[in-house]
């Protein structure tokens, strides 16, 4: 977790602290963050699709010609520009989204999951 050499996760002070941020990725994150947009992927169970504020995110993309709008949880209205798909990498594997929405006005990519797997 802190990165100190033969120290493991489990016996680490920080595991808990979600504030806790390694030196080592605090350098990297100041980094790439040169522009303060976010392109991690969030999982959210109250989202019911994939949404994206960036269009390069999107693979295969079509504009959208409909009339629906996304609604933030305030209730504001968010038009929505294009559908297609985004390919999410993970350490593990890389995941297919299909149906991602690109919402221009939204800041975070979220990706819609059933509560059942939360």
Known sequence: MCLKEGHSAVNCWYRFDEDFVPPEEKTAAAASNNYGIDTNWYTDSGST?????????????????????????????????????ALCHTPSRDLLLKNVLHVPQTSKNLISIHRAYC
């Open 49 to 85: 699709d994939h949404i994206t504020g960036e269009l390069d995110k999107i693979t295969i993309r079509d504009r959208y010609s409909g009339d629906q709008q996304i609604h933030a949880a305030n209730g504001t209205g968010m038009d929505i520009a294009h559908i297609g798909h």
